[in-house]
Nanobody
Framework: QLQLVESGGGLVQLGGSLTLSCAISGSSLNDLTTGWFRQAPGKEREWVSCLSRSGGTMEYADSVKGRFTISRDNAKNTVYLQMNNVKPDDTAVYYC?????????????????WGQGTQVTVSL
């Protein structure tokens, strides 16, 4: 059974930085496409970033491009989301997701496994 556990969320000041982690068990990262999504209060869950199975392709939503970086550590089987220059609109619950090996994808239905989420709150 594949499991994803996020960590690293918390309170961060406007313009600050935060790194989210997603530890995956039950499958190798080389056999998965992984992604980060977020859901703000009263809004639908939205795609933030994705990483292809090979790790060679990374994609970002326009709202975070240039500020967020997705990466992975194969030895730790962990995916990261480095968040820099955070803004109030970045406040949300962040979810890690994993799906079958393929190129980078953005659609929620294309991911079969989800973490429990970690709260990120940007303070002014």
């Amino acid at each position: 059974q594949l499991q994803l556990v996020e960590s690293g969320g918390g309170l961060v000041q406007l313009g600050g930085s935060l790194t989210l982690s997603c530890a995956i068990s039950g499958s190798s990262l080389n056999d998965l496409t992984t992604g980060w999504f977020r859901q703000a209060p009263g809004k639908e869950r939205e795609w933030v970033s994705c990483l292809s199975r090979s790790g060679g392709t990374m994609e970002y939503a326009d709202s975070v491009k240039g500020r967020f970086t997705i990466s992975r550590d194969n030895a730790k089987n962990t995916v990261y989301l480095q968040m820099n220059n955070v803004k109030p609109d970045d406040t949300a619950v962040y979810y890690c997701a994993a799906g079958p090996p393929r190129v980078c994808v953005t659609g929620i239905p294309l991911y079969d496994y989800w973490g429990q989420g970690t709260q990120v709150t940007v303070s002014l």
